[in-house]
């Protein structure tokens, strides 16, 4: 009923781009935060990217900052990814994830994750 389903993911060489993509399906994301996440095998997941509700404020890990930027349409109900300049380092999978409260806050809603893998 509450989804959120991640796409935009694929194979690209170092030095490349992507846009991923989150839609949400079952609720409007215009009073939530949504954040990024990713993690790669044997590693913790971490955070990529977060922007807020109330003035859309954005947040950017330090690996990603000035390669990725997060984005939302609310008209379609989705949040955006692009990430620029790929290292084999951003392999992994990403998750979007949505919390009522602040991007501080737990994440609460998942998507099923969509594979990001940088190589030549």
């Known amino acids: 009923q509450v989804q959120l389903v991640e796409s935009g993911g694929g194979l690209v060489q170092p030095g490349g781009s992507l846009r991923l993509s989150c839609a949400a399906s079952?609720?409007?994301?215009?009073?939530?935060?949504i954040g990024w996440f990713r993690q790669a095998p044997g590693k913790e997941r971490e955070g990529v990217s977060c922007?807020?509700?109330?003035?859309?404020?954005?947040y950017y890990a330090d690996s990603v900052k000035g390669r990725f930027t997060i984005s939302r349409d609310n008209a379609k109900n989705t949040v955006y990814l692009q990430m620029n300049s790929l290292k084999p380092e951003d392999t992994a999978v990403y998750y979007c994830?949505?919390?009522?409260?602040?991007?501080?806050?737990?994440?609460?809603?998942w998507g099923q994750g969509t594979q990001v893998t940088v190589s030549s």
């Open positions: 994830a949505t919390t009522r409260s602040g991007c501080a806050a737990d994440f609460g809603s």
């Open positions: 079952g609720f409007t994301l215009d009073y939530y935060a």
């Open positions: 922007i807020s509700s109330s003035d859309n404020s954005t």
